[in-house]
């Protein structure tokens, strides 16, 4: 009893978060390999404030979750809005779609994140409905299912807002999309692929079926040669022959994967050699590649495309499931808020480098739903001609240059960009270049010959991918300046303002790309690192699993998400119909 | 990569169930506490049969699963036919509407506890609609999710039936309960709870809801206070009070448990001291237990209830979220299936004591839906008494009796358990107290003296209670018949029949009661052990955690089970809304 009343008082004690120290020792022993983990929650000293400045953020994705978990100062009064009470690791999810990965493995409850902060937060489960920027207010509805199945409608408003909804399937219009494909966007698409996938197992295996018809119940269809399109296509692949072919020796024969992309190659924003290489498994694998193929109609049995290698024949392929995984695209309310503020027909909410929304007041967009307008050289060059030329000569000496180069590069990244990608060193060699064969001393440039120094540096500006990464960075970069709002107005950190007088407060939002992974099936992954370093095979997977393991957005899912995957290698996938 | 090799083999080695000998070895160490785990499959050995007698099993419940479990008869050629392609194990449910344990840890593939044995399976995810014994038909049809929302119909005949489908839910013809109430029989039932608990968190901490909105939505009514009705309530306590007061800091004042039992006390099929033990445990934890309170009319924000303490008052309780746990009742299609053969108004399928249906050939029936009818001995007293009288003398003598005294007890066992209840040695004493006092040796009876003295032997007739137990052992029971089929026709092995000539096959089926577990929250249980043996507290409470370990139908659910309960105990349960 003594003992066990011991135990107890360790779990509370164990589980209270308002210890200043805590220490998680897990360790894992199975077949020899193992897992030692410690973790370390420093304390946050809260202090008393008068004034609270009331932040509402929409969503708890990438982006809205990494402002949360970074936003430190007391100052302010969060109130989260979202139709899901936890975030999700969305690069996960195709784990999820054949039971790698269990759904509960990679969710993290919001007021979990909160918790563990200092920071007055409060949540709701709802929909944002409608935007008021004008009078700082957002329409919300809750549609949490109840006997009575009543909305409950509710108004906040706010100091600040964080738009953070991310974005929604793009079904481009195609006919039948909506109604007869799965997506791989939310947990609950995952949950239903996975039980889809065991229905058609099941369904082939009735005796009623015929041949024919089980080989169409066994085709699985996925369109889209993206990451993640691939990568579900992987793990379907392996789900079915390492697990599926045991239980149902019957049908095994008779599965059939396809893989349907529009463009010419399967992921064609990795680097050519990862490409051939998913190509080539995917043929080994027997999963079957059809490029050029775009879908153009989709009913309930068959899958209509057009063959761009035939011509644009029209083809029809019989289906039991299809998945469709291309682009995003935008919320019907997010359509509404931007032609609001004027910005109409765009794939995205339109912010500046800042991530603030462009023709609004203390809005901030981030995420899959907003895109940055990097601003052009070109449209500022006579404010950085004019700011440049100190003395105000007509003529920019190279000394004079270089006294702002720096605050040019960190306001047009795209400056720095050019210069690396044409290997020039500095400066004086991209001026160079528009003056011909002087000495570096002796440049000096009026602002037509600026303008042609730079005519070509805006062709570097690259939109940035809609990935959880770039989320990411852009949540814990917003919370950072939040953090430090009242010390940068007092001390502006940023660069200078070419247009205007002063200092920017903050720099600017800088997207650092750490790679990216695209899992193939058969314990091997394709790595695409830095610097175009690419590595595929068995070791690119082992980093796969330490990289997702140590992202995890807490112990507990850090724990279940590792023990999924032992169970995995040690009793394979259940195939049971929950 | 030759490491990853090796893995990879060893991986493949491990799941591969043919092989002869199988080691598991699960070391899991968390915080100094340890599980070992050790457990070894021993090969059946595989013989060519020329023809194949068809066993159809309807249902993958407790009795189906365990008559799979223990068939080991290659001349079997067995068709399940179940629509859920799992087997649960249904003790843990409580369990899984809190988090305690997921759902997926609890279930198991029907095929993968096929593919373990050497019996020729098939299995098909279907309901059974109609039973036809005449013809020896059964039709069946395939509810599984399609695009086109097909239903598959299908015929399957078998040479044997075995009848293990379980009962639905009684709702009592009550109004309102289908509608608005949740059960708790089936995984998704406990899966759609626990969503429906967090719902309720959720939809009480909109900011547009009024306090009195909030205390309705936070009130979790429990209707029966049965083994169900008690664990859902003690689990839900323990869930808010451990870990939703935490997230949910703004409204946990206002949640509300009220457990409503028609009888004058919860638990009545325990001990008395369990009863009071739980009476007053939930008045302590602040759970309303609401005894003498018939629930009369729900609708979708009220429970109206009939008090019998107060005259058959009727009130109306507002409540957020209704479990209906009260009783069980016949599946429409056995219900059918009744009448046909004749057995009209009974509540579930009458078999004899080798669980036979009566009225029928080679159908058997098991588990909740049927019933035993044991035979009564003053049905049978003219046939025992000319049994036993071996000299035809019209009288017995005592010698004579003792010598069918066995196969007596066998085929009637109220006669064995009546001797028990009256402190009785042996039929002697039995037949003195009809003889008064005479010495044992010259006790001789006529027909009449004998029903004198067995005329209160029926009484102790018990009916076995729907319990997973019950369902478990029948299974078990029916496949060691259907093993030793032939062997037993040659030698039976049963006792003497009394009617007819010769001997059963079968001995009939004895349940063994091995006591039952009621948990009670806050780590402590009541435990009801063979022998009137009562325990309560903590060390229950671990007994209850091994023996449900131990129960456990395979080896990846056991490990599952046991990482969710130190998952719990470390992390807390999860309250994301998936």
Redesign the interface.
Known sequence: ?RN?NF??R??RT??DYDSQFKL????????GGGLLAYGEAVATSEAAVPEKKKVLVLGTGWAGTSFLRNLNDPRYEVHVVSP???FAFTPLLPSVTCGTV???SI???V??IF?KKHVDS?????ECIKIDAVNRKVYCR?N?????NEK???V?DYDYLIIAVGAQVNTFNTPGVT??CHFLKE??DA?KIR??V??CF??A?????SDEEKKR?LHFAIVGGGPTGVEFAAALHDFVSEDLV???P?VKDLVKITLLEAGGHILSMFDKRITAFAEDKFQRDGIDVKTGSMVVKVS??EISTKEMKNGGEITSIPY?MAVWSTGIGTRPFIKDFMTQIGQINRRAVATDEWLRVEGTNNVYALGDCATINQRKVMEDIAAIFKKTDKDNSGTLTLKEFQEVMDDICERYPQVELYLKNKHMHGIADLLKESKGDVAKESIELNIEELKTALINVDSEMKFLPATAQVASQQGAYLAKCFNRMEECEKNPEGPIRFREEGRHRFKPFRYKHLGQFAPLGG?QTAAQLPGDWVSI???SQ?LWYSVYASKQVS??TR??VV?DWM?R????R?????
Request: with cysteine; proline share 2%.
């Open positions: 009893m066990f135990f107890q360790f779990s164990f589980r998680v020792l897990l360790c894992t022993t199975v077949s899901r009470n936890y269990e759904a509960r969710v993290e409850p007021r979990n918790r409060r949540f709701s489960e709802a809750s949490i299912n109840n006997n009575s409950q409608d509710f906040v109604e007869h947990v609950e949950q039980r889809t065991i229905d099941e369904r295996s009735l005796p009623s079926v119940i045991k239980l149902y019957g309930d049995r039991g314990e095979g068995h070791s082992w112990w507990r724990a279940l023990s169970r290698f040690i009793f394979g259940d195939s049971s119909q929950i």
